[in-house]
């Protein structure tokens, strides 16, 4: 597991596998250099309390990623966009399984089959 190492000191220490660290290396280096500013969102594993987190991205805030492995991931073209066309919009960078990737198991994930028009969900 890598680590993304967030603020100036060591108590803001996110895990993520190296590979999707490196993805999200080049996506937040991208926007950085654009001196874009935006939120970085994830789903906590169940060890983590099944729950999510989130942090804001900022130049102005120290950031650091360690890797377990000396490996150099191969990037993924079709996750990059996909994470990159998130970063751009209003919610922030939402991390995502990579395209081809299995779901985890059906307990941890919540699966919606339909959509229905937001006036069928308001109770008068």
Do not use: C
Not at 114 to 123: F, I, M, T
Request: aromatic content about 8%; charged content about 20%.
């Amino acid at each position: 597991m890598g680590i993304l190492n967030y603020g100036a000191s060591a108590r803001h220490l996110i895990e993520f596998d190296d590979r999707t660290l490196s993805h999200l290396q080049v996506v937040i280096g991208a926007k950085l250099r654009q001196r874009q500013p935006f939120f970085l969102s994830w789903l906590e594993s169940a060890d983590g309390g099944s729950g999510r987190g989130s942090i804001w991205i900022d130049a102005a805030i120290p950031l650091t990623f360690h890797y377990k492995s000396s490996q150099r991931f191969a990037i993924n073209r079709e996750w990059l966009e996909i994470l990159m066309t998130s970063a751009n919009s209003t919610v922030g960078l939402q991390l995502t399984l990579e395209p081809g990737e299995p779901l985890p198991p059906a307990a941890t994930v919540k699966l919606v089959d339909h959509w229905r028009p937001a006036d069928e969900l308001v109770r008068s």
